[in-house]
């Protein structure tokens, strides 16, 4: 998508601090962190947000969470962390491009909204 911010993150158009990459995934550092920890997963695929998740697509969101496990553990997220998926406008999704942030590094409040 041309003018998605996280396509361009993953053409390398725009820079990321990378944290892991492969043919489908990039995980990179949050530009406005919000735990001292704070790192977004993204399929290289354009997915807008969950709301498109779908039989043909869900395979990579899969994907994903197999990874998280060695994505956290290289960034020493040993006690936890959280896993959060803003959706739409009432989720509060910014950037349109299916994302997963994983907060952590502290104990996080428990507040869910
Ligand atoms: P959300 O509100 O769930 O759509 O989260 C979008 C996140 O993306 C937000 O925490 C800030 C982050 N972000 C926005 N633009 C950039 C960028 O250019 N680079 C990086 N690393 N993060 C960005």
Do not use: W
């Not at 990039?26 to 969950?50: G, R, S, T, W």
């Not at 960034?75 to 962390?81: E, K, P, Q, R, S």
Request: net charge negative; aromatic share 8%.
């Amino acid at each position: 998508m041309a003018d998605c911010i996280f396509c361009k993150i993953v053409d390398g158009s725009i820079p990321s601090k990378k944290v892991y990459e492969d043919d489908k995934i990039l995980a990179f550092y949050d530009l406005e962190p919000q735990a001292p920890v704070h790192v977004l997963v993204v399929p290289k695929q354009h997915i807008c947000c969950a709301n498109e998740i779908n039989e043909s697509n869900a395979e990579i969101v899969a994907y994903i969470f197999t990874k998280i496990p060695e994505i956290t553990k290289k960034l020493g997220l040993d006690n936890g962390y959280r896993i959060v998926n803003n959706c739409g406008e009432d989720g509060c999704q910014s950037v349109k491009h299916l994302h997963f942030h994983i907060l952590g590094g502290k104990k996080l409040n428990g507040a869910m909204c």
